[in-house]
């Protein structure tokens, strides 16, 4: 069985600071990764995805997140935050022939001025 | 069409009556997913269909959800004799027949029972 963990459910920051928030995982076999984000009121939106090749994978808003298979992780990075990217930020992984995405609880990012 | 689209975007609804909400995915995808989020938690799986048959309707809550798809497009996510437990956003996401390159979310259904 897969299990997808993220491990701060709220992250406080300060504009213009970096952030990192960490997802780690489980699973038997070869997985493929996804982070999404959730502005308030609305749907999902994927940020970036990793399916297999380079680690480094790099997704939409500045956003970027490093798929490390010894430590089964795959953390969301961004050296710079803004005020508009406060949101609820989901962990989600596929894996073999499995169609149905396991997702962590979330990780509420909070920027502050 | 360009995007997942849900309906209604919002309903309000009193305990005890029936409601449908709508999903219309993404031409050509032929997977489609009902989710749950209750305010402020995760989402919460309620079942997948490929085309219109549901291999995976583990996640429904109880007997009074029930959702059905024409061919691989529109479905519908019916709930029965409404409890206020069942007020949340309701998601649908559709992705191509492996899911590999992940879903695209509708906005969500806001449910509010009273």
């Known amino acids: 069985a897969q299990s997808v963990t993220q491990l701060d459910s709220q992250v406080p920051v300060f504009e213009e600071a970096p952030v990192e928030l960490r997802c780690n995982y489980s699973?038997?076999?070869?997985?493929?990764l996804f982070w999404y984000v959730q502005y308030p009121n609305q749907g999902l939106q994927l940020l970036l995805k990793y399916l297999s090749g380079s680690t480094l994978v790099k997704g939409i808003n500045g956003f970027e997140a490093e798929f490390n298979k010894s430590q089964t992780s795959f953390h969301l990075r961004k050296p710079s935050v803004h005020i508009s990217d406060t949101a609820e930020y989901f962990c989600?992984?596929?894996?073999?022939?499995?169609?149905?995405?396991?997702w962590g609880l979330g990780t509420s990012l909070a920027v502050n001025p | 069409g360009a995007g997942v689209s849900q309906s209604p975007s919002n309903k309000v609804t009193e305990k005890g009556k029936d409601v449908e909400l709508r999903c219309d995915p993404i031409s050509g995808h032929t997977a489609l997913y009902w989710y749950r989020q209750r305010l402020g938690q995760g989402l919460e799986f309620l079942i997948y269909?490929?085309?219109?048959?549901?291999?995976?309707k583990s996640g429904l809550p109880s007997d009074r959800f029930s959702a059905e798809r024409t061919g691989e497009s529109v479905s519908t996510l019916t709930i029965q004799r409404t409890q206020q437990e069942d007020s949340a956003v309701y998601l649908c996401?559709?992705?191509?027949?492996?899911?590999?390159?992940?879903?695209?979310f509708g906005s969500g259904t806001r449910l509010t029972v009273v």
């Open positions: 699973s038997s076999v070869s997985v493929y």
């Open positions: 996401a559709s992705s191509s027949s492996t899911g590999i390159y992940g879903y695209t």
């Open positions: 989600a992984l596929g894996a073999g022939n499995n169609r149905k995405l396991i």
């Open positions: 269909f490929q085309g219109n048959s549901a291999p995976d």
